[in-house]
């Protein structure tokens, strides 16, 4: 297992190299900010609602959901690519808190 830490506003996103499917360039953006900036706000805006959830549909290997549960917010994960989900997974097992907090599904 290589990991890999990235930091996304604040937060320290751990993530398996070898499964990840996208390139570190793709998470070097989220770090910049140049990456969806609106998806975070969005996400940031949901976990200071509380008691939030979200269902992120085509999770890939989990930005959305690795950055939503870093914000207290729980997830229903959904990916249909085997690479993908193994890699969401994995990187999912990196957490060592609110692993309650997330369900995914390969559908």
């Given at each position: 297992m290589v990991m890999e830490v990235h930091?996304?506003?604040?937060l320290q996103i751990f993530i398996d190299r070898e499964t990840e499917t996208y390139p570190v360039e793709y998470w070097n953006?989220?770090?910049e900010g140049t990456w969806e900036p609106e998806t975070l706000d969005f996400i940031d805006w949901l976990g200071d609602q509380g008691e939030a959830a979200l269902i992120?549909?085509?999770a890939a290997s989990g930005i959305v959901t690795l950055y939503a549960l870093g914000r207290g917010v729980s997830v229903l994960a959904v990916e249909p690519s085997i690479p993908d989900f193994r890699a969401l997974q994995s990187n999912l097992a990196q957490r060592h808190s609110q692993s309650s907090a997330v369900r995914t599904l390969w559908a």
């Open positions: 930091e996304i506003r604040g953006m989220a770090a992120d549909v085509g």
